[in-house]
């Protein structure tokens, strides 16, 4: 199986909407933020599969990432992450960080639900 996406394969950037919270001149800086999940939607055509991002209270001590993501038959995956006590700038990118890691153990693990078993 290629590790590359094909052109008709979904990717962040074709697929990912901007929410609340993110200016769309960030966007290719999330967009490389989230290029890892790119590898997991191989074989999903981009009609297939849907995501969005969002950040409530930017710039707050609470300052919540969530990352929403529809993959063709399979559950919705919500992944979200808190930055308490983020004051800096970078505590928004280290978010977006954090729930594209938490997006891919979800995504994985659907997966693996779905796969047969086989036993012995």
Same mark, same amino acid.
């Given at each position: 199986m290629? %590790? %590359?996406?094909?052109?008709s394969d979904a990717t962040v950037d074709a697929i990912l909407h901007l929410g609340h919270g993110f200016a769309e001149d960030e966007r290719p800086k999330v967009v490389e933020?989230?290029?890892q999940i790119n590898r997991h939607l191989i074989g999903?055509?981009?009609d297939e599969v849907t995501m969005d991002i969002h950040v409530k209270d930017r710039d707050h001590v609470n300052q919540r990432i969530t990352l929403?993501?529809?993959v063709g038959g399979l559950p919705q995956i919500v992944a979200s992450h808190a930055e308490d006590g983020a004051h800096d700038a970078d505590a928004v990118w280290h978010g977006v960080i954090k729930v594209r890691q938490e997006f891919i153990r979800q995504l994985d693990d659907l997966k693996d639900e779905r796969r047969p078993h086989h036993r012995h």
């Open positions: 290629s %590790t %590359t996406p094909s052109e933020l989230l290029d999903r055509p981009s929403e993501g529809q």
